[in-house]
């Protein structure tokens, strides 16, 4: 039997086509058109009253947001070292921002910031088998955190001290029994090849592959078997670091999220403002617009109101807060990105995690 290492794919991702940009830039159209037009509509605000709200926030409070998304960036890094044995702080923080500033602003940002993301650890000497496993295993924390989150907040919706109407609790019934039915087939994924092939054929059922050839199916399930043994060894050396990581982020950007309310002037509880920030991030995960921005604002706000706050302070509450998540990370997402392409990116040189000097990606 051949001891060779499995076949890698060709590609991490698949091509970008004119077709992706135009879907991009309608996306950065309805975003512009929800937050300007959508967020007064709906939630029966005027911009005066945001503006008014907004204009409570003192140098001091925005001086401690800025720090706080700093140290939420810093947080992640435990995260990118965790899924990529080798990586060093200083290069994860460099990522991270790099990947953030692009993911979050330009057009098909998510597709792009993962590119440069590929182009920057292969230029620190990274195998593009290590890589596109640190992708697989960082998409799966990010996912599975995104949903733990909202089904925390529903359980303080339905148990908690929270005075919500009745059709929200529901929802928060319904919603919380299907997050923990998909945190627990994804970790079933992870840790056993059977429930991994089952549900590969299940997809494939739906898809109506069958119907077509099998070879399809064979190759799905050679796919998923390799990836999941990957991301398996990974998740066994780097789970501690990367769930602390994720933890401590998603703690500190609450912190802002709690700052950036008390600043505008709403006045919830501590439980009432965890209930929108996890549905906040619930809204990350299924937004069509990049980064979310526009319907993670209204519904955010959306959200404060129907757990009693005003509207004007609960749209400047969102509003602060994706300043700060979409334009705050500018400077830092840009200092990054120089520091990289000047030192071991394209346009310079650098060394890789053993030590060498590359100014080149590493070849596979």
Sequence with gaps: ???????????????????????????LAVSGVLIVYGMPLVLDTTW???????????????????????????????VLMGSLPGLSHLQALKGN?????????????????????????RSWGFPRRAVSASLLVTS????LARIALPVIGCLLLVAGPVDAPQLLVRGAVIAGAVGTAAIGITSAMVLSDTVARGVVLGLDRVAGLLRRSGTRVRRLETLMTDQRARVRDLVRGGFWPMT????GQFTLL???????????????????????YAFRQLLTVFAVTPGGLGVTEVGTA???????????????TALLYAVYAHLVVVPFGLAALGSW??????GGRGSDPAGRVTGSPVSS
Excluded: H, K
């Design 1 to 27: 039997m051949s001891t060779d290492p499995p076949a890698e794919p060709e590609a991490i991702g698949r091509r970008l086509t004119w077709r992706d940009a135009v879907s991009s830039v309608l996306g």
């Design 48 to 78: 005066a009253e945001i503006g008014t709200q907004l204009a409570r926030v003192r140098p001091g409070s925005a001086a401690l947001m800025a720090l706080l998304l700093v140290a939420g960036l810093f947080c992640y890094t435990w």
């Design 97 to 121: 921002a790099v990947t953030s500033l692009i993911g979050n602003l330009i057009p098909l940002g998510a597709a792009v910031g993962v590119a440069v993301w590929v182009m920057m650890t």
């Design 140 to 143: 799966l924390w990010n996912l």
């Design 244 to 247: 602390l990581g994720m933890t």
């Design 254 to 276: 609450f912190c802002l999220y709690w700052t950036a309310a008390r600043t505008v002037g709403v006045d919830l509880p501590l439980v009432g403002l965890i209930c929108a």
């Design 302 to 316: 959306g959200m404060l109101v129907l757990l009693g706050a005003g509207a004007g302070a609960a749209s400047a």
């Design 341 to 346: 392409w000047y030192g071991s990116g394209p």
